[in-house]
């Protein structure tokens, strides 16, 4: 099984930036990749980014001039860089975890942007 472990949520200023971490742990060699989803209140979950483990990245069209995401192969650990934020941008951030066809959530976090 794999844990997820997120932090870096909290309240911030429109124009601030976040950096939100996950890390991984337990059968981590069966992963492949990792991203975030984030679901505001009375929408969807919807994708933002996620990066594979051999490197290559996808961000959301919605946010990739803003955000990025990154990853430290010795620590199990994804990272979501988020600048300038906005209001809209308000959701609990969600990490997940494909490991074969399984896909393994986080409790996710709170970004709120105040602006």
């Known amino acids: 099984q794999i844990q997820l472990v997120e932090s870096g949520g909290g309240t911030v200023q429109a124009g601030d930036s976040l950096r939100l971490s996950c890390t991984a742990s337990g059968r981590t060699f069966t992963l492949h990749a990792m991203g975030w989803f984030r679901q505001a209140p009375g929408k969807e979950r919807d994708f933002v980014a996620r990066i594979w483990w051999g490197g290559t990245s996808t961000v959301a069209d919605s946010v990739k001039d803003r955000f990025s995401i990154s990853r430290d192969n010795a620590k199990n650990t994804v990272c979501l860089q988020m600048n300038s934020l906005r209001s809209e941008d308000t959701a609990v951030y969600y990490c997940?975890?494909?490991?074969?066809?399984?896909?393994?959530w986080g409790q996710g976090t709170q970004v709120t942007v105040s602006s």
């Open positions: 997940a975890a494909a490991s074969g066809v399984t896909t393994r």
